[in-house]
């Protein structure tokens, strides 16, 4: 069975960091692109940054030069750097992954159960 689990995320003021991690579980993994979406109230998900299991990044263009994503594929881990935070930061921040196990054929995307960031202004 595979898991994400996601960690960091919290309150912060406007200007402030936060860095959220997410690790995936589970036995003889091969993990490709992984992310990192986010969902505002009353918004619909958005991506915010991926990564390739070769270390190639993609942004969202409201993130660019504040976010950085980046990853450790021996430990199945993606992280997401936050500066300069804004108000319109504020979402669930759900990671993402693209995953085949030992028994399946074809690769599947898994979830997070999604972590609150809230930037106060």
């Known amino acids: 069975q595979v898991q994400l689990v996601e960690s960091g995320g919290g309150l912060v003021q406007a200007g402030g960091s936060l860095r959220l991690s997410c690790a995936a579980s589970?036995?003889?993994?091969?993990?490709?692109?992984m992310g990192w979406y986010r969902q505002a109230p009353g918004k619909q998900r958005e991506l915010v940054a991926g990564?390739?299991?070769?270390?190639?990044?993609n942004y969202a263009d409201s993130v660019k030069g504040r976010f950085t994503i980046s990853r450790d594929n021996a430990k199945n881990t993606v992280f997401l750097q936050m500066n300069s935070l804004k108000a319109d930061d504020t979402a669930v921040y759900y990671c993402?992954?693209?995953?085949?196990?030992?028994?399946?054929?074809?690769?599947?995307?898994?979830w997070g159960q999604g972590t609150q960031v809230t930037v106060s202004s």
């Open positions: 993402n992954a693209d995953i085949r196990t030992p028994w399946t054929i074809r690769s599947y995307d898994y």
């Open positions: 589970g036995s003889s993994l091969s993990i490709n692109t």
């Open positions: 990564i390739s299991r070769g270390g190639s990044t």
